[in-house]
């Protein structure tokens, strides 16, 4: 008994040995990417995402806690913007705001993640015309650091494909809605 005690303890011990390692591996920060091409003009597309209280009709977020609470502070739209939510196990709770707003370019907005897990990364969004067409390539970014927390759950889960598929069905949602 003793010596299947001292075999399961030896396993056990070399598995997390390499979890640690794998973890230790993986880079200091992340990034996520996605694009999608919309057949609207950026000044059609900006402003969706400039006002934060305009995210309720394309955020692949919004309707996950219908009784999320929400606050909104700053200008309504631009830098200074803010919007804070606390919700159920599936929004969490956290604070974005508006950084920069370089109409109808670029966003830049500062996302504070305090539940379930406590994140400080930056987001941001490209508009850029195509040329010689009316259509927009829409670049959504979130880029932040990965502490060793972070990196130990990235040996179980793929951050870009999970964050990855939110951004894509944002991006579908606004594309939608921009070339009705």
């Known amino acids: 008994m003793l010596e299947t005690v001292a075999i399961v303890a030896v396993v056990l011990a070399i598995a997390i040995a390499a979890v640690l390692i794998l973890a230790a591996a993986k880079p200091d920060s992340f990034t996520v990417r996605r694009s999608a091409l919309m057949q609207a003009p950026a000044e059609r597309i900006f402003p969706l995402v400039n006002n934060f209280q305009q ?13 999320m609470k929400r606050s909104f502070s ?7 913007a803010a919007y804070a939510w606390d919700g159920n196990r599936n929004v969490g709770s956290g604070r974005m705001e508006i950084l920069d707003a370089s109409s109808p370019s670029k966003i830049v907005i500062k996302l504070d993640f305090i539940k379930p ?26 880029q932040g650091p990965s502490p060793f927390m972070s990196k130990v759950m990235q040996v179980f889960m793929n951050f870009d494909a999970m964050i990855g598929r939110d951004f894509e069905a944002g991006l579908a949602s606004l594309k939608k809605l921009t070339e009705k």
Not at 55 to 67: C, L, M, T
Not at 74 to 80: A, H, I, L, Q, R
Not at 125 to 133: H, I, K, L, M, T
């Open 117 to 142: 897990f406590e994140g400080h990364n930056t987001a941001e969004f490209a508009f850029v015309p195509e040329r010689d067409s009316s259509a927009t390539n829409v670049i959504w970014v979130m």
């Open 74 to 80: 700053g200008p309504e739209s631009g830098k200074g």
């Open 55 to 67: 995210w309720a009709s394309w955020s692949p977020w919004e309707n996950r806690d219908p009784a």
